[in-house]
């Protein structure tokens, strides 16, 4: 008798963005893939078929469909312990590069039951005889789903009491005292050493201690967002360039970063299509493909990619680049899936907390699911302003004509806000055609040759509406285009 198999590892969201620095959100998504690999791997040596993903060193699959033959309770058994297994060896492996002062400074007790109560380890199974395999992967995804819901809720026994809890997760008690973590590094391969950086109010459990120590060890890999907000106007920056630490006063001549988010459209619907585990193979490389291309892409625009499994990507980018890279992947990804690809793209500051950056980028995700998918949505998030986001269809985007007026000087900062001011105070009740010249008399009074304002509707709601919609595009267009500000070092010793 075989089986449909299939596993669910996590946490996956929120344990990657569970992040203060860069390092610890790119070690977040590492663990997770090295874990997910630990478990293909072991299903792989013990006869399994693998489904999703087709090949164990694929990157990125937390979700593992399989046909097994063997009992699959107790596969799956094995298959959680291997998991455990790794995350334990990733423990032992860095914080081995610890110095032996800070190995004992940790509550080993406490951090061994954390590491314990980790994984979120999930299987469900159904019989399976070669026929009629949608719709027994679907009865495996839905008793899979099922068993999601019916969470363990066992106590954690930390013996925490009094002890604070970790800033990066609250659930779980700090086992260290950052004040004696001030000068704490870790060893790099090459004999060198590289600080952790833990401030005294960084009360870190087990979990996000091992990403800080993995992030520092593979930083080499790492952009941070400060290097990333000045690669748009100095795109051969690189993050050991030190133009002032994080706690200093040096203003960055543009001081903001872009991440984008992108997911691929209806893929329940693509997966649901497969009528055959090789089918689904196929589309499961496919998808590797498009991930590892994705990796080629994002460099080539001089981001840093966090993450890229499957249709999923997670990213950041100097302004400047963020809407060529994110055309350029969903053309990847139509050519290579066949379907499309949505992509939420946050302009933010580069000293914002990063969780929070990461959710503005999910909710512009979000907003190109909403308005109707195979779209972008970008959104604007200054420091101390409102937010703005724009959604439009790949096929009707209008970003390039306005980049490259603001790069050419083309447009001044003050336009978008007098043409703001015009549509706000236009009243309903007069004409839109109107308002159309209104507004080209500002556009001349500007000087501003080339920018083309939408044409008038009938109906002068809509077309404020529309004007409005435009504003917004202009003012994050300004922003994209990468365009230092006034104030910056560069500008004053011109």
């Known amino acids: 008798m075989s089986y449909l198999l299939s596993i669910s590892i996590g946490p996956v969201q929120d344990f990657i963005a569970a992040a203060r620095r860069t390092a610890d959100l790119y070690a977040g998504s590492q663990i997770l893939q090295a874990l997910s690999k630990a478990v293909a791997e072991y299903l792989h040596q013990n006869g399994a078929k693998l489904i ?15 046909e097994v033959s063997a009992n699959p309770a107790k596969l799956a058994e094995g298959a959680k312990k291997a998991a455990q ?47 009629d395999y949608s719709s027994k992967r679907l009865a495996a995804e839905r008793l899979l789903a099922g068993r999601k819901a019916l969470r ?17 997760d609250p659930a779980r008690a700090a086992v260290i005292d950052p004040r004696q973590w001030a000068e704490a590094n870790v060893r790099l391969p090459d004999g060198s050493y590289r600080p952790l950086r833990i401030k005294p ?10 990403k800080r120590c993995y992030g520092a060890l593979n930083s080499d890999k790492v952009v941070d967002t400060r290097t990333m907000a000045r690669r748009s106007w100095r795109p051969e920056a690189e993050p050991d360039e030190r133009y002032g630490e994080d706690d200093d006063h040096i203003q960055e001549p543009q001081p903001y970063f872009a991440i984008l988010v992108a997911d691929g459209d209806r893929m329940g619907e693509l997966i649901a299509r497969q009528d055959n585990p090789e089918a689904h193979r196929r589309l499961s490389r496919t998808l590797d493909e498009f991930a590892q291309k994705a990796r080629a892409i994002v460099q080539n625009h001089r981001g840093f990619m966090v993450y890229s499994g499957g249709d999923d990507v997670l990213a ?63 959104a604007l998030h200054t420091r101390g302003g409102i937010p703005i ?64 304002i939408p044409a008038p509707t009938r109906d002068t709601r809509e077309y404020r509406s529309t004007l409005l919609r435009f504003v917004d595009q ?14 910056s070092p560069e500008v004053s010793r011109a």
């Not at 999703?52 to 399989?66: H, Y």
């Not at 363990?152 to 990066?168: C, E, I």
């Not at 236009?426 to 040759?449: G, I, N, P, S, T």
């Not at 202009?474 to 104030?487: E, P, V, W, Y």
């Open 52 to 66: 999703f993903p087709a090949d164990k060193e694929a990157d990125g699959a937390n979700k593992i469909l399989t």
């Open 389 to 452: 986001t724009v959604v439009q269809r790949w096929d009707d985007l209008t970003w390039d004509e306005l980049l490259q007026a603001y790069r050419s000087r083309q447009i001044t900062r003050g336009f978008a806000y007098e043409l703001r001011n015009l549509v706000r105070e236009w009243q309903e009740d007069m004409r839109a055609d109107y308002l159309y010249e209104e507004a080209q008399r500002v556009l001349a009074r500007k000087e501003l040759q080339g920018l083309k």
């Open 316 to 378: 950041f980018l100097p302004v400047n680049r963020a809407i060529a890279c994110a055309q350029e992947l969903s053309e990847a990804f139509r050519h290579q899936v066949r379907v499309t690809l949505s992509a939420g793209i946050a302009v933010v500051h580069y000293r914002e907390p990063l969780s929070i950056s990461l959710q503005k980028a999910r909710e512009a995700e979000k907003a190109a699911k909403n308005g109707g998918r195979n779209a972008l949505a970008v």
């Open 152 to 168: 363990d809720f066992a106590p954690t026994r930390q013996n925490d009491d009094g002890v604070p809890k970790s800033p990066l």
């Open 474 to 487: 202009l003012i994050i267009a300004r922003f994209l285009s990468g365009i230092k500000t006034d104030n």
């Open 201 to 210: 109010t960084e009360h870190l459990d087990a979990i996000s201690l091992l």
């Open 85 to 131: 297994e790794a995350l334990e060896r990733l423990w032992q492996d860095t914080v081995k590069e610890l110095s032996a002062e800070h190995r004992r400074l940790i509550n080993q007790a406490r951090a061994q039951e954390q590491l314990g109560s980790f994984l979120e380890f999930y299987a469900a199974w159904v019989p399976f005889d070669g026929s």
